[in-house]
């Protein structure tokens, strides 16, 4: 194992090589950053290290920025994830304007919102330009907002659940332990970066409507590319496990379009060291009724169980495991992506029932 210099400028790739060089155009500079020139590499994203959330990063044409949020209850009784997006990279919409020449990555943004255990609703509406709003410390999309202080993200949700409309309503906020914030490139070419912000958190749900009060260990990221993410991705899994002495493991496994893959885990203590872990061997886990594979990495000698599945879509799974990581039992978030299955036309054509968009 060794560290990563949380004070080194870039982004580093999962490999530890230095990254490939692009040079993308950015659809919306703001605050004096510019557009990379030939041979410059496009670090500007959802974070910096030590910076926390940065809403107003500039998105590439046909790229996307997020930023997400999970947390399970202390008790075990309830979870929830949250997206929010500049740049929807599932939404069919983005995808079919890319195909009909338009690439405004700011015409198409939501707030995905999921609730699990004991009180389920999923919600994810997407808007378009005239409905985002934002500058460094907040972000606005449509009725629901994020905004940073330094100390606390606060999440204000107004949304509607789908397929049955039900309102969503309330606040989250999550309170890091230590802010990271140092960028990975996930791809070869430099185009596809992850950033963990939060590793370790402590997250308060209070929601007037479905009426709902929790607060448990959550975690925070930003995810961004200057291309969508199927241009360089065939499938990816990706998870992170609470470990008993508050620290963080976080495990990327990436099939990517040009042959490679991405197999980066990184380990966070509680005060906010860092430190690469040698990767695990992989286990299978069992498919979804859509026949989506899924798979983990788990200590040698050790198993991981699916304890429950949290999402299941034609490309995409959340679960939580059961699983073993550094040596001790872990209960871990999950997912599983596909994006082979997500440009299937097919599939194209049922996402606008669970992915309504706004008018105006």
């Not at 044409?61 to 009784?77: C, E, I, Q």
């Not at 919102?113 to 460094?136: F, I, N, P």
């Not at 789908?162 to 996930?186: D, E, M, N, S």
Request: glycine share 10%.
């Amino acid at each position: 194992m060794r560290g990563i210099d949380f004070g080194s400028t870039g982004a580093l790739r999962a490999d530890g090589e230095p990254p490939a060089r692009s040079a993308q155009a950015d659809a919306s500079p703001h605050g004096g950053q510019h557009a990379p020139a030939a041979g410059e590499i496009a670090l500007a994203g959802g974070t910096a290290p030590g910076c926390g959330p940065l809403f107003d990063a500039p998105v590439a044409p046909g790229g996307y920025l997020w930023w997400y949020v999970d947390a399970l209850s202390d008790d075990g009784r309830h979870g929830i994830t949250l997206i929010a997006q500049v740049g929807s990279c599932f939404s069919p919409y983005y995808a079919r304007a890319r195909r009909l020449g338009d690439s405004d990555p700011l015409n198409h943004n939501s707030l995905n919102v999921a609730l699990y255990g004991e009180v389920k609703g999923w919600s994810m509406t997407e808007r378009g330009r005239s409905a985002l709003q934002r500058d460094a410390s907040r972000l606005e999309i449509g009725p629901s907002a994020l905004s940073w202080d330094g100390t606390c993200l606060t999440i204000r949700i107004d949304e509607v659940t789908v397929p049955v409309p039900r309102r969503i309503r309330g606040t989250v906020r999550l309170y890091p332990r230590t802010v990271a914030g140092q960028p990975y490139f996930l791809d070869g070419a430099g185009r596809h970066c992850w950033a963990p912000i939060a590793p370790g958190a402590r997250v308060e749900v209070q929601l007037d409507r479905p009426a709902l009060r929790w607060s448990g260990h959550g975690y925070l990221d930003s995810n961004w590319g200057n291309e969508p993410l199927e241009k360089a991705f065939r499938y990816w899994e990706w998870s992170r496990a609470e470990l008993k002495d508050g620290g963080t493991a976080v495990l990327y496994d990436a099939a990517r379009r040009d042959g490679q893959r991405t197999e980066l885990g990184l380990h966070f203590d509680p005060a906010g060291g860092v430190e690469r872990i040698e990767v695990p061997p992989h286990a299978k886990l069992p498919t979804t009724a859509w026949r989506m594979k899924r798979g983990t990495r788990v200590d040698a000698q050790q198993t991981a169980r699916v304890t429950e599945t949290l999402e299941n879509t034609p490309f995409y799974t959340r679960s939580v495991l059961a699983t073993h990581l550094l040596g001790e039992s872990v209960t871990a978030m999950h997912e599983s992506v596909c994006l082979d299955r997500f440009s299937a036309p097919w599939v194209q054509r049922l996402l606008p029932f669970r992915i309504p968009r706004a008018l105006g």
